[in-house]
């Protein structure tokens, strides 16, 4: 037996063949790690709703100690990772491992910067979540436990890194809100204030989507793509413009599926269980066939 | 850049505009802990399901003594947890602390007098879940790996805390069970006995929701609302009844939708990827047009 | 009211009546575990994905010292955990141990022999992926992030262990990624090569379908089973064929549903949000009725 | 075999004969805890010497939100050990939890006013044992690695408890660094500052022993008790003064044992090896006979 | 410099020279683990002292539902570690496991058999304690924090287990103790009733001494070895005896040495500091020589 | 009370006075960490004693894959602690980080080149402790258990990167194994083969102390400083030669003190509980004066 399995264990080392499925991290710089990503996740969170999160009580005489410690701490970690992910995406040549480092620290900088302007948005979506749900008892109920606060929250700060040409660690952080919710928003898409998403499972949200002020979706909704213009190779084109715009005040309800570049109009209500591929007037309602 | 840290600092210390979205628990008790409600509900998983989870194997010999010692633990960790939705929820009194103590106490004991029910029930659910899957080889793979298993072990637990005014706490176990399996029951429906679900993903049972006995289901189905009356701000009006009655021996095939205070008659069959908003005749069976 | 407390004790530990739901695995043998078998799906994906997975950076030089500790590590676990399976499902006698012992490490190395095959299919669903998905930047990012990969990785190893006529713990292995990523694959299912599956929550692939090659599905979809015929006490009959049979080819829109034992024709393309279940010819578009 | 264990439990429930060696902690109030008590040192440890404990760098602009927020989290749980150490002592009064509530508060507050004057007197020991040992390479490393620093950091922080009249908690903390570094220094003790200890494994400083300022000591020294004033019952006194008294400037070498209620004066030096049980006149310098 | 670490890797993978200081533990049986003797130790404890440790309360009525639990924990890790224990030391024939699996049960279970008559001296070494140090405050302090009563439990709880002939487990179970306590006896040591140490560190007992009832002993106090006869090649032959032999009520005060075969009389008293080779009368008193 | 505390707070966030005692790692480099140092421990002896630690057995086909990647991660982990310590001691500048790297990783890689040296010392070790110790069962308790094996592993460990100029590194592991084992070796001392130390609580081997080849010690052995010559300032002079030197084939036993810069010449044997500041004569007896 162990014969065999040393046959096996040799054919398993031999990477002919497979050499593009196969990984090599820069210099002993370590792989980006779910479990630091939940952790900045967290502080973010502790930080953007104080006293929701987080290890101790706060109030006003205490708060400014807490968020400096946590951002302190959110600060050394982001660093880590956003360098993490930069070595993921490049071979980077040894005698710039310091100017990754600054880049990183930089970067890390300038999210903490739109941390306020985060926080304003994801008070809408709470306001939203909160008048839009009759079973939602307070806003402390839809902020400590609602999945959509909880996958709109890593959305807004993915979107923030993604803007800041961080490499890799927004799609993790989009995607651990995913596998927790069921709720896929790429954070690529494109969101306005007082979003809110009931329930959830099976949403998704594609890269270039744009969505518009006091829009509500379902579970099961999707903003996709239609089609995809190939290259001359016959592979879809990276990163082409291929999802639905959203206007102001929309609803959609569950399992509906809009799909490529249309226009979802101002004040339109979208039935469930559709299937919409043609753009929609504002104010229209869409109902499926019986 | 520390200077600049240091204003985002004081800028996300100030609270202004955020109080209502600020949490100040009363006292120094902890908040809710979603890993001691975690534990909690394995402890009443080993109790309800002997031999299944839990740290050791059991027989008729020994089973009396884990289950005594899961009941005190479990007793110790809810009355825990019963106190931290409390305290979650209203701004207590400190001179009031000894009476939060008691009436949290008396909360989890009532909750264990109706443990031997819940097991009753959801006996029921497990025979259903095994009668109605070609694919299940026995009982023990159902109550083991079922996801519907545990989404419904989690509403029937949270359903009886719930019923006792527990705060909070039921809402935590359900969303706990939606982030595990994708099935979103609310703590306050009424479901019947022989409930069951098959895969389960994407399956949202609202507040109000009332379903008969010997119902099954499949991934993706809705039972929601279709609309909400208003208040005079324009508001949703909180906990106003507004999901649909099922009957008894009803099948809803998956990703069907059904909305509103309809009724779906007993021996009801409705195919999938419907959008039902109408009552439903006992005996009906619904398809999608073609 | 610890004498009330006592008295539920005493009713929960009388499992009359509920015998067949309670669980006694044989001597000292322990359950299976959800973490240990976690821990055997990172190792196998370790091996399987070298660089992406596992503690430390490899490289052409290191990597034989990796995956010969990892498969070490594999065997032994695996062996531990096949063991539980199988006492898990049957009674069986003392005097047993030792052979269940060889049979379990015998199964493990069988599946140890797979894994350069299991390696091979897996690649070309990772280069289907990152294809077929304008979103993808990188082959990295598909294999690192992608809750498709992560869930047809777990049913490729699954169904490798059910050939091996392994008990239950397959069905576990794809529960855990059912759990993580909305994706319920049944260890049973035929897939061919190049298989990917976009966003993925909600899609359901049942015990008995047949997939060709060059398949793509989008989230929501399900291959499901029509209607079960019944043995002579009114239960649905285990096991027997039931689910639908795709040909090359094929595009599945999302929340598609695609039920009974009907043949997918070489070629087709289900648009979004349909109820299928009479056979499709090759090469035919089907769309929603407007 | 399991008749016979069953026998063995219940004899081992029986605890007619062992009373009082068994233990009932009051309602519901948890055991003090090793693990929190260490977390609890390790937070002061933080707060006395910034930058070298806990988990993240500080600067003199950071400071301040570190030592914020150690202290409220040091509060909170050394509040909660409190109450645990009170209710092990006495069988208090259900009625009265909410007293022992606030006096547990009182009590943790006391303790952290004097962390100032704690901080002060270590910062001495740490000067103390720098110049004293020509191996210590810099206050950095003394106060990182030397066991001597760690046993009277425990010891000072036990001691000030102990004045507050905190029950059981300050003895648990000496023992943890009497594990940790083999130096057993009683609560009870009395010592003054510039305090150092080399090498310390086997060092005993009884309840009521006095130590001056300046004095050091080596390894297995033991300031001990010579014989106890016996009750009518023949058993030792308890709580009676039994212990040496050491002057200012006092060195004594390893292994020296200082036995009574005697006095070493100002300025002696008592070499290694030695049995004292007699006074030693200032300036004294004893070696063992050869 | 990678192919010089190659180099190193290949030079320590090269065992010629040290085959008899490498280890091959039987067929996938693991290594004995402190982590588990941990536990091992702990749930004892807990059995032996009702109350004191262990995660939750108990009185009167649910005593008997937690050691049964503990009990059956115990015997389960007991088993696995006693059959760990014997594959280190032999290299058992693969046909053997299943004999190993009931012999290492059987011991297990005859240990638990013994754990009654370890509480009652246990007892009495409480007793002891608490009668011979005036500052002990309680039972409960000494059985909760005082090493020499972890350091007796340890031995005794190993005794037990090498009487069974169980090997390498009681070695490990007291250098756990040795390395908390400093206090390092040998599991083959004979220890009578009523045996206290006060504080302990550095107190050794060696593997062939014998100890009456109520003795007393301080820290740094040495029963050892004076001489080893020698064997044929020149090394001591192993397991003789070699160790002192001390009567009933004998007080040894600190850091005295006590050598070879020698007998030390009812009721004598040895003062600190002193090397004794030669037998002590009883009721004799000895005191360093000044 | 609030207040008070915000007070305290202030008063320990102001550092003037303790300056000195106050650490500020250098930009972001996190603190040496003793749980990272246990591991790198923990590897060390995996690859010094194949088959004792770590977790999965080896044998002569494996031996060489664990080795290859044990050695992999003990680089890793070193490279991060050496630069730790060079971050501990010296306030670098920002721009010289990258070099740090390269120096913190040549100085791992120089000290793996050396762990086959290592071992061979720590083979002689084992042996010495074998013969020496008529209790030893086997080779394998020697290694398994002993803390003497335990305690010369780490110094001989901290010995080797001490000599490659590795800053407070070094200490930290030697006082590891000095909480553990009660034995305190500097790792600046010079320790010949075929050294073994028994029981082992409370030896002392100073900073400069030499010793030959095939020496044994017991418990409380102190090899230490006499006098130490003082600098201009009255305090000690860091680093010049205090202790001991010891020939070869020395015996010393339990709780002597060996002082000064003497010598102890060749064969000699030193009696328990001496104080010797005079050089030894080779082949010397010394015993307790009675």
């Known amino acids: 037996m162990n014969n065999e399995l040393l046959d096996t ?3 398993l080392s031999q990477l002919e063949g497979f050499k593009d499925v196969c990984h090599e991290q820069g210099n002993d710089v370590p792989m980006p790690s779910t479990e630091v990503l939940q952790e900045i996740v967290q502080l973010a969170r502790s930080i953007l709703f104080p006293g929701y999160f987080g290890d101790a009580a706060v109030n006003t005489q205490t708060i400014m100690y807490h968020i400096g ?3 302190d701490r959110l600060h050394f970690l982001l660093t880590q990772q956003i360098k993490a992910g930069i070595c993921f995406n490049c071979q980077f040549e040894t005698e710039k491992v310091d ?3 600054q880049i990183s ?3 890390a900088t300038d999210f903490i910067f739109q941390l306020p302007e985060i926080r304003e948005k994801l008070h809408t979506d709470v306001i939203a979540a909160y008048n839009g749900d009759p079973a939602a008892k307070s806003f402390g109920e839809v902020i400590f436990c609602y999945p959509s606060i909880r996958a709109i929250s890593n959305y807004r700060i993915a979107n923030a890194l993604l803007k800041l040409d961080v490499p890799l660690i927004p799609r993790i952080i989009t995607e651990m809100a995913h596998s927790e919710t069921g709720i896929d928003i790429h ?4 969101i306005g204030n007082y979003f809110t998403i009931d ?3 099976g949403v998704v949200i ?11 979706m379902y579970q099961g909704v999707t903003l996709g793509a239609k089609s995809f213009p190939l290259d001359e190779d016959g592979n879809p084109i990276k990163g082409i413009d291929r999802h639905p715009k959203i206007g102001n005040n929309v609803i959609i ?16 209500v979208i039935g469930g269980n559709l299937w919409v591929d043609t753009d929609v007037p504002p104010g229209a309602k869409l109902t499926q066939k019986k």
Do not use: R
């Open 105 to 107: 620290k930089g970067k």
């Open 253 to 268: 309800y569950s399992n509906s599926t809009i799909l490529g570049t249309i226009t979802v109009g101002d004040g339109a």
């Open 187 to 190: 954070p690529g898409a494109t």
């Open 199 to 201: 329930h959830g499972t």
């Open 206 to 216: 594609g890269e270039t989507a744009v969505i518009g002020n006091n829009v509500k």
């Open 69 to 71: 410690v946590n951002i």
């Open 99 to 101: 100017e990754i480092d």
């Open 9 to 11: 264990k040799k054919k």
